[in-house]
Protein backbone atom coordinates (compact mmCIF):
# COMPACT_ATOMS: atom_id res chain seq x y z
CA UNK A 1 0.00 0.00 0.00
CA UNK A 2 1.70 3.38 -1.58
CA UNK A 3 2.46 5.63 1.82
CA UNK A 4 1.22 9.53 1.54
CA UNK A 5 2.54 11.76 4.41
CA UNK A 6 -0.19 13.69 4.15
CA UNK A 7 -3.88 13.48 1.78
CA UNK A 8 -5.94 15.74 0.91
CA UNK A 9 -9.10 14.20 -0.37
CA UNK A 10 -11.27 17.04 -2.70
CA UNK A 11 -9.93 19.12 -5.11
CA UNK A 12 -12.27 21.82 -4.81
CA UNK A 13 -11.53 25.48 -3.55
CA UNK A 14 -11.06 23.87 0.35
CA UNK A 15 -8.95 21.03 -0.82
CA UNK A 16 -6.76 23.41 -3.64
CA UNK A 17 -6.58 26.22 -1.30
CA UNK A 18 -5.13 23.84 1.74
CA UNK A 19 -2.51 22.05 -0.36
CA UNK A 20 -1.25 25.19 -1.35
CA UNK A 21 -0.98 26.41 1.86
CA UNK A 22 0.71 23.32 3.27
CA UNK A 23 3.29 23.30 0.61
CA UNK A 24 4.14 26.86 0.93
CA UNK A 25 4.42 26.12 4.91
CA UNK A 26 6.85 23.31 3.66
CA UNK A 27 4.81 19.95 3.90
CA UNK A 28 4.28 17.79 0.48
CA UNK A 29 0.61 17.40 0.20
CA UNK A 30 -1.63 14.72 -2.05
CA UNK A 31 -4.87 15.90 -3.35
CA UNK A 32 -7.12 13.02 -4.69
CA UNK A 33 -10.52 14.26 -6.51
CA UNK A 34 -13.54 11.98 -7.75
CA UNK A 35 -13.97 13.73 -10.55
CA UNK A 36 -12.54 12.80 -13.81
CA UNK A 37 -11.07 16.37 -14.14
CA UNK A 38 -10.53 19.36 -11.50
CA UNK A 39 -13.54 22.08 -12.21
CA UNK A 40 -16.23 24.31 -10.59
CA UNK A 41 -19.09 25.24 -11.90
CA UNK A 42 -20.08 28.22 -14.63
CA UNK A 43 -21.19 30.60 -11.77
CA UNK A 44 -19.53 33.54 -9.72
CA UNK A 45 -18.01 33.87 -6.40
CA UNK A 46 -17.60 36.58 -3.75
CA UNK A 47 -14.33 36.58 -1.72
CA UNK A 48 -14.33 39.04 1.36
CA UNK A 49 -11.11 40.64 2.75
CA UNK A 50 -10.81 37.60 5.11
CA UNK A 51 -10.00 35.17 2.28
CA UNK A 52 -8.26 37.38 0.14
CA UNK A 53 -5.76 37.89 2.83
CA UNK A 54 -4.71 34.08 2.90
CA UNK A 55 -4.82 34.20 -0.63
CA UNK A 56 -2.01 36.78 -0.36
CA UNK A 57 0.01 34.83 1.76
CA UNK A 58 -0.10 31.76 -1.00
CA UNK A 59 1.20 34.44 -3.82
CA UNK A 60 -2.59 34.15 -5.65
CA UNK A 61 -3.34 37.73 -6.20
CA UNK A 62 -2.00 38.94 -9.14
CA UNK A 63 -3.73 35.70 -10.47
CA UNK A 64 -6.68 36.72 -9.52
CA UNK A 65 -6.92 40.08 -10.14
CA UNK A 66 -6.30 39.57 -13.95
CA UNK A 67 -9.63 38.02 -13.70
CA UNK A 68 -11.74 39.05 -11.21
CA UNK A 69 -13.81 42.41 -10.66
CA UNK A 70 -13.70 44.80 -7.34
CA UNK A 71 -17.38 45.80 -7.30
CA UNK A 72 -17.42 49.44 -5.93
CA UNK A 73 -20.62 49.43 -4.19
CA UNK A 74 -22.57 46.38 -2.71
CA UNK A 75 -25.93 48.07 -3.00
CA UNK A 76 -29.35 46.40 -1.08
CA UNK A 77 -32.86 47.21 -2.47
CA UNK A 78 -36.58 45.78 -2.05
CA UNK A 79 -36.87 43.22 -4.52
CA UNK A 80 -40.66 43.94 -4.68
CA UNK A 81 -40.76 47.47 -4.20
CA UNK A 82 -37.97 48.37 -6.05
CA UNK A 83 -36.85 50.40 -3.31
CA UNK A 84 -33.13 50.86 -2.50
CA UNK A 85 -32.45 49.82 1.14
CA UNK A 86 -28.58 50.45 2.10
CA UNK A 87 -25.39 50.91 0.12
CA UNK A 88 -22.28 49.74 1.34
CA UNK A 89 -19.28 51.65 0.15
CA UNK A 90 -16.52 48.64 -1.38
CA UNK A 91 -14.22 51.39 -2.09
CA UNK A 92 -11.54 53.33 -0.46
CA UNK A 93 -12.37 53.65 2.97
CA UNK A 94 -13.47 49.76 2.70
CA UNK A 95 -10.03 48.90 1.66
CA UNK A 96 -8.53 50.86 4.31
CA UNK A 97 -10.20 49.77 6.91
CA UNK A 98 -9.54 45.06 6.12
CA UNK A 99 -6.32 45.80 4.03
CA UNK A 100 -7.83 44.07 0.84
CA UNK A 101 -10.90 44.77 -1.56
CA UNK A 102 -14.02 42.96 -1.70
CA UNK A 103 -13.79 40.77 -4.63
CA UNK A 104 -16.11 38.56 -7.32
CA UNK A 105 -15.15 36.62 -9.88
CA UNK A 106 -15.94 33.30 -11.72
CA UNK A 107 -15.44 30.14 -9.96
CA UNK A 108 -13.93 28.31 -12.72
CA UNK A 109 -11.02 31.21 -12.34
CA UNK A 110 -10.45 31.11 -8.88
CA UNK A 111 -10.45 27.18 -8.97
CA UNK A 112 -8.06 27.43 -12.28
CA UNK A 113 -5.91 29.61 -10.26
CA UNK A 114 -5.39 27.78 -7.10
CA UNK A 115 -4.73 24.65 -9.75
CA UNK A 116 -2.07 26.50 -11.54
CA UNK A 117 -0.49 27.37 -8.35
CA UNK A 118 -0.39 24.05 -7.21
CA UNK A 119 0.84 22.63 -10.55
CA UNK A 120 3.47 25.11 -10.21
CA UNK A 121 4.86 23.75 -6.34
CA UNK A 122 6.44 20.39 -6.65
CA UNK A 123 5.41 19.70 -3.18
CA UNK A 124 1.72 19.48 -4.33
CA UNK A 125 0.46 16.56 -6.33
CA UNK A 126 -2.58 15.78 -7.72
CA UNK A 127 -4.74 13.09 -9.17
CA UNK A 128 -8.52 12.99 -10.58
CA UNK A 129 -10.60 10.33 -11.22
CA UNK A 130 -10.39 9.03 -7.61
CA UNK A 131 -13.31 8.32 -5.34
CA UNK A 132 -13.01 7.53 -1.75
CA UNK A 133 -15.43 4.81 -0.68
CA UNK A 134 -13.84 4.10 2.90
CA UNK A 135 -12.17 5.24 4.90
CA UNK A 136 -10.54 3.76 7.97
CA UNK A 137 -9.01 5.00 11.13
CA UNK A 138 -5.56 3.39 13.10
CA UNK A 139 -5.37 6.25 15.29
CA UNK A 140 -1.12 6.84 14.38
CA UNK A 141 -2.12 6.41 10.48
CA UNK A 142 -5.13 6.67 8.41
CA UNK A 143 -5.86 4.29 5.58
CA UNK A 144 -8.57 5.40 2.68
CA UNK A 145 -9.83 2.86 0.05
CA UNK A 146 -10.80 3.98 -3.73
CA UNK A 147 -13.24 2.75 -5.60
CA UNK A 148 -10.97 1.23 -8.18
CA UNK A 149 -9.70 -0.98 -5.32
CA UNK A 150 -6.57 0.80 -4.61
CA UNK A 151 -5.53 1.88 -1.19
CA UNK A 152 -3.66 5.04 0.56
CA UNK A 153 -2.03 4.96 4.26
CA UNK A 154 -1.38 8.24 5.11
CA UNK A 155 -0.18 10.43 8.46
CA UNK A 156 -2.61 13.16 8.25
CA UNK A 157 -5.88 12.99 5.71
CA UNK A 158 -7.90 15.95 5.64
CA UNK A 159 -11.31 15.81 4.33
CA UNK A 160 -12.01 18.43 2.11
CA UNK A 161 -14.55 16.14 0.45
CA UNK A 162 -17.59 18.72 0.58
CA UNK A 163 -21.84 18.89 1.82
CA UNK A 164 -22.14 15.27 1.82
CA UNK A 165 -18.69 14.57 2.77
CA UNK A 166 -17.86 10.65 2.99
CA UNK A 167 -14.79 11.90 5.56
CA UNK A 168 -17.42 13.33 8.49
CA UNK A 169 -19.52 10.37 8.60
CA UNK A 170 -16.20 8.73 10.70
CA UNK A 171 -17.40 12.19 13.15
CA UNK A 172 -20.40 12.90 12.94
CA UNK A 173 -23.59 11.29 12.35
CA UNK A 174 -25.17 14.10 11.32
CA UNK A 175 -26.79 14.83 7.83
CA UNK A 176 -27.48 17.99 5.40
CA UNK A 177 -30.34 20.06 6.71
CA UNK A 178 -32.30 22.40 4.13
CA UNK A 179 -34.30 25.32 5.03
CA UNK A 180 -36.49 24.59 1.72
CA UNK A 181 -34.88 27.51 -0.04
CA UNK A 182 -33.42 26.54 -3.65
CA UNK A 183 -30.96 28.71 -5.91
CA UNK A 184 -30.94 29.05 -10.08
CA UNK A 185 -27.71 30.76 -10.70
CA UNK A 186 -24.98 31.06 -13.48
CA UNK A 187 -23.08 34.14 -15.36
CA UNK A 188 -24.17 35.17 -18.93
CA UNK A 189 -22.01 37.36 -21.08
CA UNK A 190 -22.76 41.24 -20.34
CA UNK A 191 -24.61 42.47 -23.45
CA UNK A 192 -26.59 39.36 -23.07
CA UNK A 193 -28.38 41.34 -19.77
CA UNK A 194 -32.02 42.76 -21.00
CA UNK A 195 -32.45 44.66 -17.49
CA UNK A 196 -30.07 47.37 -17.33
CA UNK A 197 -27.26 46.80 -15.37
CA UNK A 198 -24.50 48.84 -13.11
CA UNK A 199 -21.33 47.36 -14.26
CA UNK A 200 -19.39 48.66 -10.75
CA UNK A 201 -21.66 47.53 -8.03
CA UNK A 202 -23.15 44.30 -6.80
CA UNK A 203 -26.87 43.93 -6.35
CA UNK A 204 -28.88 42.27 -4.20
CA UNK A 205 -32.22 42.50 -4.43
CA UNK A 206 -34.46 40.84 -0.87
CA UNK A 207 -37.89 40.03 0.28
CA UNK A 208 -40.39 37.53 1.27
CA UNK A 209 -38.68 34.34 0.83
CA UNK A 210 -36.73 34.80 -2.12
CA UNK A 211 -33.67 37.21 -3.53
CA UNK A 212 -31.87 37.75 -6.04
CA UNK A 213 -28.18 38.65 -6.07
CA UNK A 214 -25.92 40.46 -9.06
CA UNK A 215 -22.62 40.71 -10.34
CA UNK A 216 -19.75 41.41 -12.50
CA UNK A 217 -17.59 38.84 -13.32
CA UNK A 218 -14.53 37.73 -15.33
CA UNK A 219 -13.15 41.53 -15.91
CA UNK A 220 -16.82 42.87 -16.27
CA UNK A 221 -17.27 40.19 -19.44
CA UNK A 222 -19.91 38.25 -17.43
CA UNK A 223 -23.05 38.65 -15.55
CA UNK A 224 -23.32 36.53 -12.25
CA UNK A 225 -26.83 35.64 -11.28
CA UNK A 226 -28.11 34.15 -8.51
CA UNK A 227 -31.87 33.84 -7.68
CA UNK A 228 -33.26 32.14 -4.69
CA UNK A 229 -36.75 31.59 -3.55
CA UNK A 230 -38.14 29.50 -0.42
CA UNK A 231 -40.06 26.65 -2.22
CA UNK A 232 -43.74 26.08 -1.06
CA UNK A 233 -43.58 22.49 -2.56
CA UNK A 234 -41.51 21.08 -0.29
CA UNK A 235 -41.90 18.27 1.77
CA UNK A 236 -39.95 15.52 3.48
CA UNK A 237 -40.50 12.85 1.66
CA UNK A 238 -39.70 14.81 -1.68
CA UNK A 239 -36.15 15.89 -0.06
CA UNK A 240 -34.18 14.07 -2.10
CA UNK A 241 -36.41 14.06 -5.23
CA UNK A 242 -36.53 16.94 -7.98
CA UNK A 243 -40.43 17.35 -7.70
CA UNK A 244 -40.07 20.63 -5.72
CA UNK A 245 -38.81 24.52 -6.37
CA UNK A 246 -38.35 23.95 -9.79
CA UNK A 247 -38.11 26.16 -12.66
CA UNK A 248 -42.32 27.14 -12.62
CA UNK A 249 -41.69 27.99 -9.01
CA UNK A 250 -38.84 30.63 -9.72
CA UNK A 251 -41.20 32.64 -12.14
CA UNK A 252 -44.02 32.47 -9.60
CA UNK A 253 -42.34 33.73 -6.22
CA UNK A 254 -40.60 36.52 -8.10
CA UNK A 255 -44.06 37.48 -10.87
CA UNK A 256 -44.97 40.47 -7.99
CA UNK A 257 -41.42 41.73 -8.46
CA UNK A 258 -40.43 45.27 -9.79
CA UNK A 259 -39.71 45.02 -13.76
CA UNK A 260 -35.89 45.00 -12.96
CA UNK A 261 -36.28 41.99 -11.09
CA UNK A 262 -38.58 40.46 -13.29
CA UNK A 263 -36.75 41.41 -16.49
CA UNK A 264 -33.95 40.05 -14.72
CA UNK A 265 -35.16 36.98 -13.50
CA UNK A 266 -36.29 35.76 -17.55
CA UNK A 267 -32.47 35.69 -17.97
CA UNK A 268 -31.64 33.85 -14.86
CA UNK A 269 -30.01 30.10 -15.96
CA UNK A 270 -32.42 27.61 -15.44
CA UNK A 271 -30.24 24.51 -16.56
CA UNK A 272 -29.75 22.97 -12.67
CA UNK A 273 -31.56 24.18 -9.11
CA UNK A 274 -29.32 23.87 -5.92
CA UNK A 275 -30.98 22.95 -2.76
CA UNK A 276 -29.63 25.28 0.04
CA UNK A 277 -28.28 22.69 3.12
CA UNK A 278 -26.45 23.84 5.99
CA UNK A 279 -25.50 21.44 9.24
CA UNK A 280 -25.50 22.62 12.96
CA UNK A 281 -21.84 23.40 14.11
CA UNK A 282 -19.87 20.05 15.19
CA UNK A 283 -17.58 20.49 18.35
CA UNK A 284 -15.06 17.96 17.22
CA UNK A 285 -13.36 17.55 13.78
CA UNK A 286 -11.09 15.64 14.54
CA UNK A 287 -10.16 11.47 14.90
CA UNK A 288 -6.66 10.44 15.42
CA UNK A 289 -5.33 11.40 12.27
CA UNK A 290 -7.93 12.70 10.42
CA UNK A 291 -9.84 16.04 10.36
CA UNK A 292 -12.02 17.78 8.31
CA UNK A 293 -11.74 21.11 6.54
CA UNK A 294 -14.52 23.94 4.45
CA UNK A 295 -18.14 21.95 3.77
CA UNK A 296 -17.07 18.95 4.89
CA UNK A 297 -16.10 20.77 8.57
CA UNK A 298 -18.51 23.39 8.74
CA UNK A 299 -21.70 23.69 5.47
CA UNK A 300 -23.57 26.94 6.07
CA UNK A 301 -26.43 28.61 4.08
CA UNK A 302 -24.70 30.94 1.59
CA UNK A 303 -26.16 34.58 2.30
CA UNK A 304 -23.05 35.92 4.25
CA UNK A 305 -21.21 34.58 1.27
CA UNK A 306 -18.72 33.12 3.25
CA UNK A 307 -18.37 29.20 2.45
CA UNK A 308 -15.64 29.67 0.61
CA UNK A 309 -14.34 32.15 2.70
CA UNK A 310 -14.09 30.35 5.75
CA UNK A 311 -12.62 26.62 3.95
CA UNK A 312 -9.73 29.31 2.40
CA UNK A 313 -9.28 30.56 6.69
CA UNK A 314 -9.28 27.06 7.59
CA UNK A 315 -6.33 26.18 4.75
CA UNK A 316 -4.45 28.70 5.74
CA UNK A 317 -5.18 27.65 9.89
CA UNK A 318 -4.06 24.20 9.29
CA UNK A 319 -1.36 25.37 7.55
CA UNK A 320 -0.02 27.45 10.05
CA UNK A 321 -0.29 25.14 12.75
CA UNK A 322 1.64 22.78 11.27
CA UNK A 323 4.67 24.92 10.72
CA UNK A 324 4.05 25.63 14.20
CA UNK A 325 4.20 22.33 15.95
CA UNK A 326 6.78 21.38 13.54
CA UNK A 327 4.68 18.50 11.69
CA UNK A 328 3.51 17.23 14.49
CA UNK A 329 -0.19 16.25 13.00
CA UNK A 330 -1.77 15.61 16.66
CA UNK A 331 -1.00 19.05 17.77
CA UNK A 332 -1.43 20.79 14.43
CA UNK A 333 -5.15 19.29 14.16
CA UNK A 334 -5.95 20.06 17.87
CA UNK A 335 -4.47 24.03 17.27
CA UNK A 336 -6.11 23.68 14.31
CA UNK A 337 -9.83 22.99 15.19
CA UNK A 338 -9.66 25.01 18.44
CA UNK A 339 -9.05 28.06 16.69
CA UNK A 340 -11.30 27.34 13.77
CA UNK A 341 -14.40 25.66 15.29
CA UNK A 342 -15.63 28.72 17.41
CA UNK A 343 -14.95 31.26 14.42
CA UNK A 344 -16.94 28.75 11.54
CA UNK A 345 -19.76 27.75 14.04
CA UNK A 346 -20.43 31.11 14.64
CA UNK A 347 -20.47 32.02 10.75
CA UNK A 348 -22.52 29.17 10.00
CA UNK A 349 -25.37 30.38 12.72
CA UNK A 350 -24.96 33.94 11.82
CA UNK A 351 -25.64 33.09 8.01
CA UNK A 352 -28.61 31.66 9.31
CA UNK A 353 -30.27 34.61 10.89
CA UNK A 354 -28.81 36.80 8.16
CA UNK A 355 -30.99 35.14 5.47
CA UNK A 356 -34.04 35.37 7.71
CA UNK A 357 -33.34 39.02 8.08
CA UNK A 358 -33.69 38.88 3.94
CA UNK A 359 -36.50 36.64 3.56
CA UNK A 360 -38.64 37.61 6.64
CA UNK A 361 -42.35 38.39 5.54
CA UNK A 362 -44.03 39.55 8.77
CA UNK A 363 -44.31 42.94 9.78
CA UNK A 364 -41.28 43.57 12.65
CA UNK A 365 -38.13 42.19 11.10
CA UNK A 366 -38.54 43.90 7.61
CA UNK A 367 -39.17 47.02 9.27
CA UNK A 368 -36.58 46.80 11.69
CA UNK A 369 -34.08 45.87 8.84
CA UNK A 370 -34.81 48.78 6.48
CA UNK A 371 -34.72 51.31 9.57
CA UNK A 372 -31.54 50.43 10.55
CA UNK A 373 -30.25 49.90 6.91
CA UNK A 374 -32.29 53.26 5.92
CA UNK A 375 -30.05 54.95 8.85
CA UNK A 376 -26.65 53.38 8.30
CA UNK A 377 -24.24 55.36 6.35
CA UNK A 378 -22.46 53.42 3.62
CA UNK A 379 -19.11 53.48 5.33
CA UNK A 380 -20.15 52.39 8.61
CA UNK A 381 -18.63 48.78 8.68
CA UNK A 382 -19.52 48.19 12.50
CA UNK A 383 -21.08 45.02 12.08
CA UNK A 384 -18.79 43.41 9.23
CA UNK A 385 -15.58 43.56 11.35
CA UNK A 386 -15.79 40.25 13.12
CA UNK A 387 -16.28 38.72 9.56
CA UNK A 388 -13.92 40.25 7.43
CA UNK A 389 -11.07 41.31 9.85
CA UNK A 390 -8.52 39.21 8.77
CA UNK A 391 -7.68 36.24 11.28
CA UNK A 392 -4.34 36.14 12.45
CA UNK A 393 -2.16 32.58 10.84
C1 LIG B 1 -25.74 29.42 -4.24
C2 LIG B 1 -24.42 29.44 -3.50
C3 LIG B 1 -23.66 30.59 -3.52
C4 LIG B 1 -22.46 30.64 -2.80
N1 LIG B 1 -21.73 31.79 -2.83
C5 LIG B 1 -20.59 31.87 -2.11
C6 LIG B 1 -19.81 33.08 -2.11
O1 LIG B 1 -20.16 34.04 -2.80
N2 LIG B 1 -18.69 33.12 -1.35
C7 LIG B 1 -18.26 32.05 -0.60
O2 LIG B 1 -17.24 32.16 0.08
N3 LIG B 1 -18.97 30.89 -0.60
C8 LIG B 1 -20.10 30.77 -1.34
N4 LIG B 1 -20.81 29.60 -1.35
C9 LIG B 1 -20.29 28.43 -0.59
C10 LIG B 1 -19.15 27.76 -1.35
O3 LIG B 1 -19.56 27.41 -2.66
C11 LIG B 1 -18.71 26.49 -0.61
O4 LIG B 1 -18.61 26.75 0.76
C12 LIG B 1 -17.37 26.01 -1.13
O5 LIG B 1 -17.41 25.76 -2.51
C13 LIG B 1 -16.94 24.76 -0.37
O6 LIG B 1 -15.71 24.31 -0.87
P1 LIG B 1 -15.16 22.89 -0.42
O7 LIG B 1 -13.85 22.72 -1.15
O8 LIG B 1 -15.16 22.76 1.05
O9 LIG B 1 -16.22 21.84 -0.95
P2 LIG B 1 -16.63 21.46 -2.45
O10 LIG B 1 -16.55 22.63 -3.34
O11 LIG B 1 -17.94 20.75 -2.37
O12 LIG B 1 -15.51 20.45 -2.91
C14 LIG B 1 -15.46 19.12 -2.45
C15 LIG B 1 -14.72 18.29 -3.47
O13 LIG B 1 -14.54 16.99 -2.95
C16 LIG B 1 -14.81 16.06 -3.97
N5 LIG B 1 -15.23 14.82 -3.33
C17 LIG B 1 -16.36 14.62 -2.60
N6 LIG B 1 -16.42 13.34 -2.15
C18 LIG B 1 -15.30 12.72 -2.60
C19 LIG B 1 -14.79 11.39 -2.47
N7 LIG B 1 -15.48 10.45 -1.81
N8 LIG B 1 -13.60 11.09 -3.06
C20 LIG B 1 -12.88 12.04 -3.74
N9 LIG B 1 -13.34 13.32 -3.91
C21 LIG B 1 -14.53 13.65 -3.33
C22 LIG B 1 -15.92 16.69 -4.80
O14 LIG B 1 -16.01 16.15 -6.08
C23 LIG B 1 -15.49 18.15 -4.79
O15 LIG B 1 -14.63 18.46 -5.87
C24 LIG B 1 -22.01 29.51 -2.07
C25 LIG B 1 -22.77 28.35 -2.07
C26 LIG B 1 -23.96 28.30 -2.79
C27 LIG B 1 -24.77 27.04 -2.76
Same mark, same amino acid.
Given at each position: ?156 ? $? ?13 ? /? ?31 ? $? ?41 ? /??? /? ?36 ? $? ?20 ? $? /? ?80
Amino acid at each position: MQHIPILVIGGGIGGMATALALAKAGFPAHIVEQAPAFGEIGAGIQLAPNALSVLDGLGVLPALDAVAVRPRNLVFMHADTGRHLTTVDLGTPFQRRYGRPYTVLHRGDLLNVLLQACRADERVTLETGRQVVEITDLDTSAEVHFADGDSYRTDAL $IGADGLWSRTRRLLS /EDRPITDTYVAYRGALPMSDMTAPVEPDDEIVW $IGPHKHLVQYPIRRGELYNQVAVFRSSRYTPERELTDTWGLAD /ELD /EHFALSCEHVRTSIATVNRDRRWVMYDRAPLDNWTRGR $ITLLGDAAHPMVQYLAQGACQA $I /EDAGCLAHAMREHDGDVDKAFAAYQAERIPRTSRVQRVARGWGQVWHDDGDVIPALRDRIFGRRRPDDYTDMDWLYQPVAS
